[in-house]
């Protein structure tokens, strides 16, 4: 099920097991770190995956993996 998309990254989410979230991203070009202000990450409540374990999959600088463990966290 794809949640989000725009001209450069898109996120996918399944649920893979018993308690379990994956959420799949792809880059459609590359990143610069100014483009974290259009990024909107999935809502973990309204998506109702927040009790869940999550697991972040995708290709892409380290620093956007912070960024959606932050986003995705709070």
């Known amino acids: 099920m794809e949640y989000l998309k725009n001209d450069f990254i898109s996120f996918e989410v399944k649920d893979i097991g018993k308690g379990i979230t994956l959420i799949h991203f792809?880059?459609?070009?590359?990143?610069?770190?100014?483009?974290?202000?259009?990024?909107?990450?999935?809502?973990?409540?309204?998506?109702?995956?927040?009790?869940?374990?999550?697991?972040?999959?995708?290709?892409?600088?380290?620093w956007l993996y912070g960024f959606l463990v932050h986003s995705t966290m709070q």
């Open 26 to 62: 792809e880059l459609k070009r590359q990143l610069e770190p100014q483009d974290l202000n259009n990024i909107r990450p999935l809502d973990p409540v309204k998506n109702k995956f927040s009790k869940n374990i999550v697991v972040l999959s995708g290709r892409a600088p380290i």
